[in-house]
């Protein structure tokens, strides 16, 4: 089991860096209804009843509001030009 939560919140990570370097950094663009998905997904996993599983997707939750949470209207990082 734990190595499945390492593993998962690497692939995670990964993507929430992927996200990160697309639209700060390439310029990329995702539709609103994509990203509330994701926003809803991320909640749904961070509040998972699984506290090893919850605890890992709030951090990934909390890397994803810093990093792109500007998206969705949070506080995060700026955009960079």
């Known amino acids: 089991m734990q190595e499945f939560k390492e593993r ?3 692939e995670w990570t990964a993507w929430v860096d992927r996200v ?3 639209v700060n950094r390439e310029g990329g663009m995702f539709g609103s209804e994509t990203v509330a998905g994701w926003v809803r997904d991320l909640e749904e996993y ?3 009843k699984n506290q090893d ?3 890992t997707m709030r951090m990934v939750k909390e890397r994803w509001l810093n ?3 500007w998206l969705i209207g949070k506080p995060g990082q700026p955009m960079d030009v």
Do not use: L
Request: proline share 0%.
């Open 8 to 10: 998962m919140g690497k």
């Open 20 to 22: 990160d370097e697309s």
């Open 46 to 48: 961070a509040g998972a």
């Open 53 to 55: 599983a919850s605890a």
């Open 67 to 69: 990093k792109v949470g």
